[in-house]
C-alpha cells in the first residue's frame, strides 16, 4: 500500500476534527427560590369524606367523591368559557347537583357544613418538620389554589403553620381556576422570579401536568397513590410524602 495515501487520509481526518467545537458542558438548573404549594400536599382533604358520612351516613363516601368530581368539573368548565365564581360557590352548586344526583335530601344548613369543611382541615403529620427545613434554606413558599384566600388562611392559622408562608395566592386574584396559566402565572408576578426558580407542588396528577406545561419543575405529591395522568409529559419528582418537595428543593 503507498503510505502517501495514508498519509494524506490522516491529515484530512486531523483538519477535519479540528472544526469540531467540542459541545458545550450542559448547563446546572437554577436553584429552586421559591415554591408554590397547591393545597393538599399540606392540607388534609380526607375529613370532607368523613363529614359526609357524619351527616348522610352510608352514602357519604360515595356523595364526597362524586362531590369532588363535579367540583373540579364545574371549575373547568367556567374557566374554560371564560366565566368564574369563587370555590365556595361552585362548591355550594355542585354539591346540590351531586345529592340531587344520587337522591340525598341536603337542606341549606347540611350543604353550608360540607362547604365549611374545606375551612376546618388538619395539616398531614409530615408537614410541620418540612416546611421548617424549607425556610430555614430560606426558600419562599406560598399556596397557589383554586381555594379562595379566606380558607387558605384559616386552614393556616388552625394548625399554626401561617408564619411559614407568604400571603396565599388564591385564583380569585386572576378568577380563572388551575390549569389556567393565569393561576400558575400568579407566582411568578408574586416573587418577580422566573420560573426556572419556582417549583411547584401539586396534589392532583392534572396540577402536576398542568404546572410542568407551564414551565415550573414540579413535584407530585402523590398521597393517594392514585395512576398517573397518561399524557406525553410528567412531573420532575413524584413521591408519596412531602420528601419529595425536599429534594425538589434541594434541601435534605
Do not use: C
Request: charged fraction near 20%; avoid cysteine; hydrophobic fraction near 50%.
Amino acid at each position: 500500500m503507498d503510505n502517501s495515501i495514508d498519509r494524506r487520509w490522516l491529515l484530512v481526518g486531523a483538519a477535519a476534527s479540528s472544526l469540531i467545537a467540542p459541545l458545550p458542558a450542559r448547563a446546572a438548573p437554577a436553584p429552586i427560590r421559591a415554591i408554590g404549594f397547591d393545597g393538599f400536599p399540606i392540607f388534609d382533604p380526607r375529613s370532607v369524606a368523613a363529614r359526609a358520612r357524619a351527616i348522610v351516613g352510608d352514602k357519604g363516601e360515595m356523595l364526597a367523591a362524586q362531590w369532588a368530581t363535579k367540583l373540579f368539573g364545574y371549575s373547568w368548565l367556567e374557566t374554560a368559557a371564560g366565566r368564574y365564581q369563587d370555590f365556595g360557590a361552585l362548591a355550594d352548586a355542585s354539591l346540590r347537583h351531586v345529592a340531587a344526583a344520587l337522591r340525598i335530601p341536603l337542606g341549606e344548613t347540611q350543604r353550608a357544613a360540607l362547604v365549611a369543611a374545606y375551612g376546618e382541615l388538619e395539616i398531614w403529620p409530615d408537614v410541620r418538620p418540612a416546611l421548617e427545613k424549607l425556610r430555614t434554606a430560606g426558600i419562599r413558599l406560598a399556596f397557589v389554589s383554586n381555594l379562595g384566600a379566606d380558607t387558605l388562611t384559616a386552614n393556616m392559622r388552625r394548625n399554626d403553620i401561617a408564619h411559614y408562608f407568604d400571603p396565599p395566592l388564591s385564583t380569585d386574584r386572576v378568577r380563572a381556576f388551575k390549569p389556567s396559566p393565569k393561576a400558575y402565572a400568579m407566582a411568578v408576578d408574586a416573587w418577580g422570579l422566573p420560573r426556572a426558580e419556582i417549583g411547584f407542588a401539586a396534589f392532583g396528577g392534572w396540577d402536576a401536568v398542568g404546572a410542568t406545561w407551564f414551565g415550573y419543575r414540579t413535584a407530585w405529591v402523590n398521597r393517594l397513590d392514585v395512576p398517573a395522568e397518561t399524557l406525553d409529559v410528567a412531573p420532575a419528582i413524584t413521591s408519596r410524602g412531602i420528601d419529595g418537595v425536599l429534594a425538589l428543593a434541594g434541601v435534605a
